[in-house]
């Protein structure tokens, strides 16, 4: 992120192409799906870009999964979420 830095544009444009969200905020976790409970830019904005206008850190992005903030417990569910059915390959 230093050599790096992610701007407000290119953060919402993470979100933008996400199509599961998880957003560690507080002691919850909020999940968001772009079929059933779409993130919108003002929320988007709000959980991904600090008040400097870079993004928040840690996020984890893997293909169409964006996670934002870490505990080990968020990060095993959001990487359940994308292992393969029984039977398929990763």
């Known amino acids: 992120m230093e050599a790096n830095p992610v ?3 290119s ?3 993470l979100a933008r192409r996400a199509r599961q969200l998880f957003i ?3 002691r919850e976790t ?4 772009a079929a059933r409970n779409p993130l919108s830019a003002a929320e988007a904005a709000s959980y991904l ?5 870079l993004m928040r850190v840690p996020v984890l ?3 169409d999964l964006l996670v934002r903030g870490y505990t080990e417990a968020l990060y095993e569910e959001a990487l359940a979420s ?9």
Request: aromatic share 6%; charged share 30%; net charge negative.
């Open 7 to 9: 701007d407000r544009g």
């Open 11 to 13: 953060a919402l444009a």
């Open 24 to 26: 560690k905020v507080g």
């Open 30 to 33: 909020l999940r968001f799906d």
């Open 49 to 53: 870009v600090h008040e400097d206008g």
């Open 61 to 63: 992005v893997w293909d």
């Open 82 to 90: 994308r292992a393969p059915a029984a039977g398929g390959q990763a």
